[in-house]
């Protein structure tokens, strides 16, 4: 059974082959074309978490494309807490064709997919973010129209977001740096495997104004993730020499982009005016997410036949 869990689990073609298929389909839902490949299929969406984008782009993506997708909410299912996991998993499977899941805790989302007999595609976990940064760089292609070394600069916390970077850059060839207080690396084994699969240019730095120069793309989050919200205030202390603010933006010396996987937290790691500037792509970003989800379904069903 194929799922969707980390990006690095795919190879260049695959990770390829899915873009184009997002391409597809994008064009064709802004045509309005009938194109309801998910029939009679059903979708379970778990979620431990919040969400807009995720809730809203699967559903409605699943939708168009002619199936049922089913939310359920922390309190619908208690996954892990009323019922065991992998009970739940083997449960959704007898029902449901995919399941889409968003937990905290990374190993409960291999737990469900190695019972899952049906594919199971990772929503965000604290670890990582799959679907986001597949969704990012299927942005970064629109607007460079090439993906081979763009320049991205990661400016916060290294999070599920950088995680998620540094798996695509195990695949496809990014010149990528997170830029970062020193005590809020990514992990380091996810570093190490990045830098040693040789495929792009890896760089940790300190110093947003170094790291920022030639940078295609100023990408950043929020400083305290779901579950951290409780240190938002320490962490706005620690952080705020990374916030992304014009006069960064200006340093890179090059026409750059500001992506954002939202929510933002405007006026802490990003001011309004670059969340409204015309370089701002958050809202490309945020629909994209639909048609990139979509097509990793697609090609989910394809290969598992
Ligand atoms: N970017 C993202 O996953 O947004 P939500 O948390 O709103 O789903
Ligand atoms: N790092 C953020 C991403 C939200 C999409 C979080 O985990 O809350």
Do not use: M, N, V, W
């Given at each position: 059974m194929k799922h969707f869990l980390h990006i690095s689990d795919y190879s260049n073609s695959e990770l390829w082959e899915i873009l184009k298929l997002a391409k597809e389909l994008k064009s064709k839902f802004h045509l309005r074309e009938n194109h309801k490949i998910f029939q009679n299929r059903s979708l379970a969406m778990i979620f431990a978490k919040p969400s807009a984008r995720t809730r809203v782009s699967f559903e409605t993506g699943f939708e168009w494309m002619g199936g049922h997708a089913l939310f359920l909410g922390p309190n619908d299912i208690g996954i892990g807490k009323r019922e065991a996991i992998k009970d739940i998993s083997r449960l959704l499977s007898r029902y449901n064709d995919v399941i889409m899941a968003r937990l905290f805790d990374h190993d409960h989302i291999l737990e469900l997919a190695e019972y899952s007999t049906i594919p199971v595609i990772n929503g965000l976990t604290d670890y990582n973010h799959p679907c986001q940064i597949m969704t990012d760089i299927f942005t970064v292609w629109e607007h460079l129209e090439v993906i081979d070394n763009p320049k991205i600069v990661y400016m916060g916390d290294g999070n599920n977001i950088v995680h998620s970077w540094l798996q695509l850059a195990m695949k496809i060839p990014l010149d990528f740096v997170c830029c970062?207080?020193?005590?809020?690396?990514?992990?380091t084994a996810t570093l190490q495997k990045a830098i040693d699969s040789g495929i792009s240019k890896i760089n940790i730095s300190h110093n947003p104004t170094e790291a920022i120069l030639n940078a295609d793309i100023v990408y950043t989050d929020v400083w305290a993730s779901m579950g951290q919200k409780d240190e938002a205030a320490e962490r706005e202390k620690l952080f705020s020499s990374f916030q992304v603010n014009e006069d960064l933006i200006e340093k890179s010396g090059k026409k750059t982009f500001f992506m954002h996987c939202l929510p933002a937290e405007r006026g802490r790691e990003v001011t309004d005016g670059v969340m409204e500037?015309?370089?701002?792509?958050v809202f490309d970003q945020a629909e994209n997410r639909m048609h990139v989800q979509n097509a990793i379904m697609a090609y989910l069903f394809e290969k598992n036949k």
């Open positions: 970062c207080p020193e005590d809020f690396k990514p992990d500037a015309d370089y701002s792509i």
